[in-house]
Structures are given as C-alpha cells and as structure tokens.
C-alpha cells in the first residue's frame, strides 16, 4: 500500500511530532508499505527530495497557509 504522512517537522528538526512521524513511517516500511512524508523545508540546505531508510521524504512546504494545498497536491 502506498501511504503518505504529512507532517510540520522531521528530523534533523527537533520535536516529538517529527520523531513520531519517522518512526511511524520506519514501522510502515518494515510492514512492507511504501512511505513518503511531506514535511516543512524551513533550514537551506535541507528543502528537496531524498530518501531515508526506504522513506522518501520530501521537505517543501516552506509556509503552512492556505498555499501549502497546491504543493501538498502537486507532491502527491
């Protein structure tokens, strides 16, 4: 199953939510799902595209205002 998480912060950011997400999207991975996660790209040298331990994360959404749903669509 193809499986999507939308998420404020990641790591390196600090915060639980984005720690939750990671581990979230690891054990999604480890049930044999494939997992992306879109989450916010607020520090230079981390916005892009890579993939992480078979999670393909996408840091682009630089504000969480009603803008962000066209790049949430366009992502997904």
Do not use: N
């Not at 390196?12 to 999604?28: S, W």
């Not at 991975?29 to 520090?43: K, P, R, Y």
């Not at 682009?60 to 962000?68: D, E």
Request: glycine share 14%.
């Amino acid at each position: 199953m193809k499986i999507g998480l939308i998420s404020g912060e990641y790591p390196p950011q600090q915060g639980g939510v984005g720690d939750f997400t990671r581990e979230l999207a690891r054990a999604l991975v480890a049930a044999g799902h494939e997992t992306q996660v879109i989450a916010g790209g607020t520090w230079q040298d981390a916005r892009g595209r890579l993939q992480e331990e078979g999670i393909v994360v996408h840091r682009a959404i630089s504000s969480w205002g009603i803008r962000c749903w066209s790049q949430l669509a366009d992502i997904a």
